[in-house]
Structure formats: C-alpha cells, structure tokens
C-alpha cells in the first residue's frame, strides 16, 4: 500500500498486492466508495495467481479530499499517472459505476501495451441523465436529489442508498446484511463531501460516447437487470454496441451492488473473460 503525488499536488492511495511479475489488475470504485469495495475480488485474483491494484480516486477514501479536479478528466489522468509510477503493462482494468466510466475514460487514452482488456460492471456509460439525445436517461432531477440530500444530511443519506437500492435491499425477500450497508456508510463517510458532491456531476453527465468508439481491446460488459442505480437498458446494451469488440453479460435479477451480493457469480465470469 502507498501513494502516488499527482502533477497538481494530489495524493492517490492505491493498494498493491501479488508478485509484480504477475499480470496486474487495475479495479476502479463507484460512487462515494474506496478500493475497500473491491476486497473480495482483490483477494480472489490475487490467490489465483494476479497482482491485484486498487486505488482511492481523488476526494475519495484516504486520498487527498480535494475541492479540484473532481471529474472525468482529472480521474483519467490520475489512472494515467498511477499506470505510470507503477510501470503496468498488459493490464486488465475493472470498473464498477462510475468506476466504469473513468476506465472507459481511461483506456481510451491509454498509452500503448498499457491495457490488455476491460471490464465494465453496473457501470454508468455511456451517459446517464436524460436529454434531446438520451431521452431514455433519468431526468436531471434524480441527480439534484442526490445533491440536496447528500448537503442536508451526508450521514444519514449514506445510510439510505445501501440499506435500499444500491443492494436491492428495498425488494421482497431481500437477504440484507447491516455488515454490508455499515461497509458502504464507512467508505462513504471516509471521503469528502465536495468532491462527492461534485463527482455526481461527473458520473451523470459525462457522456462516454467517443470514449466507448474508440477502445479497441475486448471489453466485457456486466450489468445486473435490476439495477435501481444504473438502469440497465439505457446502459449496457448501448454501451456493448458501441464498443468495437464488447460483450454483454446480462445478470436476471441481480442489483447494482452485485459484487459484493453475488461475488461467486461475478468472480467466476471475469476469471473466465481474463484467460480468454
């Protein structure tokens, strides 16, 4: 574990874990979260053989909590200069929610022999708000809400998305886990609320249209089809079919928090899309 001093001052922590001769791979977080999120998976590849790396984005986790820099673009360069500092090549890079749309961003500009494949899991390309040219999004006041209630009470609001639609704990016959919903409320509270407040923006208003036309390495695309958070039809399927060499894998029933509901699942099928 470490961290990397950005070009304008600001410390990314990532964690980095298996033999450095390994092939790496690269997982990127949603919104508020950490690398905390990925640990089931960061324990799973690294046992079969990986070197497993995540990282903390800007304002987020044990990063600096930063009132600059909190959208896509910076969260791209960022991803840049961490693939940098730690020479990764041939990389895999895995992106959940709006951790899909900076590894959209990302490999889209990855220099060359920087990026083997990716993988986009409830992820929020290829835009999410709702406009002339996206009318199947959510309306801009969804993300207003967010803003307000995100101001008005943080803490509780960090406790609302979890223990609801981020794990589907709001439907029938949910098996809900507080462990879960105290996990998410803990990474959440780590961060900070400017850049949060911020990153909303970035996630619901970026449109990784060109990003998505111009990735040429495989991708596989994982979306559950009831995600509450990321609707699946204004998603997944239009981001597969942007992409020149996307796959998509369509999970009936499962959440937007799906790796951490149904690791298994998840973990088996990006295994499987690694060696192909």
């Known amino acids: 574990m470490g961290f990397i001093t950005t070009k304008d001052g600001t410390e990314i922590f990532y964690k980095d874990w298996g033999s450095k001769d390994a092939q790496p791979i690269v997982f990127h977080h949603g919104w508020p979260l950490s690398a905390d999120d990925w640990d089931n998976q960061m324990l799973f590849f690294l046992h079969n053989g990986y070197r497993v790396i995540a990282h903390d984005r800007r304002g987020h986790g044990r990063s600096t909590q930063c009132d600059t820099g909190n959208e896509m673009d910076t969260y791209a360069a960022d991803v840049a200069e961490l693939a940098e500092a730690l020479d990764l090549k041939n990389a895999v890079h895995i992106g959940h929610s709006t951790g899909?749309?900076?590894v959209a961003h990302y490999v889209a500009r990855a220099k060359p022999g920087r990026?083997?494949?990716?993988?986009?899991?409830?992820?929020?390309p290829p835009i999410m708000v709702k406009s002339a040219k996206n009318p199947g999004g959510l309306p801009i006041e969804v993300f207003d809400g967010f803003r307000a209630a995100l101001v008005a009470n943080r803490a509780q609001f960090y406790y609302d998305?979890?223990?609801g639609p981020f794990y589907g704990f709001n439907r029938p016959g949910a098996k809900?886990?507080?462990?879960?919903i105290d996990n998410w409320w803990r990474q959440g509270m780590m961060g900070g609320a400017k850049a949060h407040y911020d990153c909303i923006?970035?996630?619901s208003e970026t449109d990784f249209t060109d990003d998505l036309e111009k990735i040429d390495v495989p991708v596989l695309v994982m979306h559950g089809d009831d995600d509450q958070i990321v609707p699946y039809a204004d998603s997944a399927p239009l981001s597969a079919k942007l992409l020149?060499?996307?796959?998509?894998k369509t999970y009936a029933g499962l959440p937007h928090g799906l790796c951490t509901t149904h690791p298994d699942i998840v973990n088996a099928d990006l295994l499987a899309f690694i060696k192909s």
Do not use: D
């Open 100 to 102: 899909g749309g900076e």
């Open 115 to 124: 990026v083997a494949k990716a993988v986009l899991i409830g992820a929020v």
């Open 161 to 163: 998305v979890p223990s």
């Open 176 to 180: 809900v886990s507080q462990g879960i």
């Open 201 to 203: 923006k970035a996630f």
């Open 244 to 248: 020149r060499n996307g796959t998509l």
